[in-house]
């Protein structure tokens, strides 16, 4: 059901910027990417959406190629509080959010 | 203040058991939706209330069901429990439906 791929994991220094690519080759023109984070089994927490543009905010960026077939997270300055499985999420038209398996992104200090 | 709360947090039970999970949101949002989450980490969307009307079931047995007696709370009812619906049932809602979601803590489902 997902419509993206994500590797399965990643390392990062802390306090160096951690890049976590998402495939969507598949994605549909009004279609928006969504990142979402779970830590350690809480409830997960919305992080950046974008539909063409990059975006930024408080907490990171999104960097999406031009033909929208990949995207890039962007943690600037990775802590260790921001070790968590990462997911990449396509909105699909019909409104509805489909979870892959996601990245899990561990912060060694 | 707690944007989502669920209760229980733990639920443990016998197989054949009937079981409610509680979810309420103080957001004034629109949209709740119900997640499961398996020992596989993957997380799967079974439920959407818009304005308390159902508007998402994803092929997800009629054991279960939501019910949502106002805007803001939406419970989750499951009917003669199975081994396989133990998991992580996770509530969340959003101000519309398809926008930023906020989710609850989650209840751990354990079915002996």
């Known amino acids: 059901d997902a419509k993206t791929t994500q590797p399965t994991s990643m390392d990062c220094a802390e306090g160096r910027a951690a890049n976590l690519p998402c495939n969507h080759s598949t994605i549909s023109g009004n279609e928006y990417v969504y990142w979402y984070r779970q830590i350690h089994s809480q409830g997960p927490q919305y992080i950046i959406h974008g539909l063409k543009n990059n975006e930024t905010n408080e907490m990171a960026s999104l960097i999406i190629t031009e033909d929208r077939k990949s995207s890039t997270l962007i943690l600037p300055h990775a802590t260790l509080r921001d070790t968590a499985v990462y997911y990449c999420?396509?909105?699909?038209?019909?409104?509805?959010?489909?979870f892959g398996t996601g990245t899990s992104l561990t912060v060694i200090p | 203040d707690t944007a989502v709360s669920q209760t229980p947090k733990y639920l443990v039970t016998q197989m054949g058991n009937d079981k409610s999970i509680k979810c309420e949101q103080n957001?004034?949002?629109?949209?709740m939706y119900w997640y499961k989450q398996d020992s596989k980490k993957f997380l799967k969307i079974m439920f959407s209330?818009?304005?308390?009307?159902?508007?998402i079931n994803e092929t997800v047995p009629n054991r279960f069901s939501p019910k949502s007696p106002d805007k803001a709370h939406l419970n989750l009812h499951i009917n003669s429990l199975e081994l396989g619906d133990s998991a992580v049932y996770f509530c969340?809602?959003?101000?519309?439906?398809?926008?930023?979601?906020?989710f609850g803590p989650g209840t751990r489902l354990t079915v002996l």
């Open positions: 209330y818009n304005n308390k009307e159902l508007i």
């Open positions: 969340a809602s959003s101000q519309r439906f398809g926008g930023e979601q906020f």
């Open positions: 957001l004034g949002h629109d949209t």
């Open positions: 999420i396509v909105r699909v038209e019909s409104n509805q959010f489909y």
